[in-house]
């Protein structure tokens, strides 16, 4: 298939990418930077600078592509795009991805359509904001939750805006869940070992986990099978904050988390982080395994730990 990768130098991108052309497929990729062109090309695609958020951009990138199928994989997470991690201002810090979310989703659409590009894969978010009623592992059938009056909250908003708007155009909505492995959670690591990523409460909070090239290979089935329809792409033990964290904590050789309350949580991180660490919800990944025949290569994040952090 001819895949175009909007997102291609990104944690998942750059290990999208090898897997796709190990299975014959021809990329081409996007960044919006050209001094990652030559990454872009060494990984085997062909690379062309784009911005998701230019509709003209968008539009002449794509026809000039030819795809059979998109892939959507522009986020502004990094430190070059969105800045320091800041919780206490999420809005804030995601406001590119929430616009590369709603707009950039409506461009990337708007040139499938006109090229004729049916299968239309997007990246969504399964970690910790399942809805917060229930059980603490939610299904696609679950909504996720709008975390109302968290900072969150517009964050949230623009997820909902692009799996309904993908999902109206017939195509799949990939949520993974929080992404570890190479490059993916440096910044967390470098937290946790100087003990400034501490236990809120109770740390009963729920998450769900992934590594990057098990989120990569879920990505491809989907290509290749042209999936329809909303997947969690997680690992296989949704697990609350007071087991993953000290465990991570051991992994990265640090010494083991604090336990802060969470009123000074609140005070300090915002309320998302203490809906995170205490009320989270996780995700079950049945579907992808039993629609995409999906394969983990590391179904825990006990195994996956250890050997990202060796
Ligand atoms: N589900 C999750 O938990 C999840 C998902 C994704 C990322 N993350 C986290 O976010 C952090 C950083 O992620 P990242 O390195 O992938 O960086 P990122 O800054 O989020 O960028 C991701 C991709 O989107 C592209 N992009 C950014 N702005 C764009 C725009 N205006 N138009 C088109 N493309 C655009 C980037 O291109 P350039 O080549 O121009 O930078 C890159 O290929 C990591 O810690 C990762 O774990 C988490």
Not at 209 to 227: G, K, M, R, Y
């Amino acid at each position: 298939m001819r895949v175009f990768l909007a997102g291609g130098a990104g944690v998942i991108g750059r290990r999208l990418l090898p897997q796709l052309v190990a299975r014959g497929h021809q990329v081409t990729a996007t960044t919006t930077n050209p001094e990652k062109l030559g990454l872009l090309e060494q990984l085997g695609a062909e690379a062309i600078v784009m911005d998701g958020l230019d509709a003209v951009s968008v539009g002449e990138a794509v026809a000039k592509a030819h795809p059979d199928a998109i892939v959507h994989q522009m986020t502004a997470i990094s430190l070059a795009h969105a800045g320091k991690p800041d919780m206490k201002h999420f809005d804030r810090w995601f406001a590119t991805t929430s616009r590369l979310r709603t707009e950039g989703t409506n461009h990337l659409l708007a040139a499938a359509e006109a090229a004729g590009v049916s299968n239309f894969i997007a990246q969504s978010y399964a970690s910790w904001n399942g809805i917060r009623q229930g059980g603490w592992v939610k299904t696609e059938e679950d909504p996720l939750d709008p975390e109302k009056g968290t900072p969150a909250e517009a964050g949230m908003a623009a997820i909902r805006y692009l799996e309904e708007a993908v999902l109206k155009a017939h195509g799949a909505v990939l949520r993974y869940g929080s992404l570890y492995g190479p490059g993916a959670t440096d910044d967390q690591v470098e937290l946790v070992r100087k003990r400034m990523y501490p236990l809120v409460g109770s740390g009963a909070g729920y998450c769900s986990w992934i590594h990057v090239d098990d989120a990569a290979s879920a990505t491809v089935l989907a290509v290749e099978q042209q999936a329809k329809g909303v997947f969690n792409i997680v690992d296989d033990e949704p697990a609350p904050a007071n087991e993953w964290l000290p465990y991570l904590a051991a992994c990265a050789g640090a010494k083991p988390p604090m336990r802060v309350p969470k009123w000074l949580t609140r005070l300090l991180a915002g309320q998302a982080a203490v809906v995170m660490m205490t009320e989270g919800r996780g995700f079950s990944n049945a579907k992808a395994k039993r629609e995409l025949g999906w394969k983990l290569r590391y179904p825990s994040w006990r195994q996956g730990f250890k050997e990202a952090l060796l």
